[in-house]
């Protein structure tokens, strides 16, 4: 399985902006999908994820300002971000994988696809 990120940009703070993964090769759409990021400096922390049932799980971070969506005719995973803080600058990686517990979600070494990551600058 192969993923695309894109849709990072330059954006101000309280803007809005989308992310998509595109996956190709061998997909499934019994996989979760998840989005990881890594800020500058700091360590990989989770963002979102979304089974393949289309439930959703968000880090506290992010809850209530970020939606995670997938398009499974279309092998596409979204993430949608509104009331982008500065702190939410980071390079966004999409990762995918056969994970079967949503308490597997937020764990970055359960997925077994990533994608090459796009970045997201906020300007304040």
């Known amino acids: 399985v192969q993923l695309q990120a894109s849709g990072g940009g330059l954006v101000q703070a309280g803007g809005s902006l989308r992310l998509s993964c595109a996956a190709s090769g061998r997909t499934s759409s019994r996989n979760a999908m998840g989005w990881f990021r890594r800020a500058p400096g700091k360590e990989r922390e989770f963002v979102a994820a979304?089974?393949?049932?289309?439930?959703?799980s968000y880090s506290d971070s992010v809850k209530g300002r970020f939606t995670i969506s997938r398009d499974n005719a279309k092998n596409t995973m979204y993430l949608q971000m509104n009331s982008l803080k500065r702190e939410d600058t980071a390079v966004y990686y999409c990762?995918?994988?056969?994970?079967?517990?949503?308490?597997?979600?937020?764990?970055?070494?359960?997925?077994?696809?990533w994608g090459q990551g796009t970045l997201v600058t906020v300007s304040s």
């Open positions: 979304i089974n393949w049932s289309g439930g959703t």
């Open positions: 990762a995918a994988g056969p994970i079967s517990s949503n308490y597997m979600l937020s764990f970055a070494r359960y997925y077994a696809y």
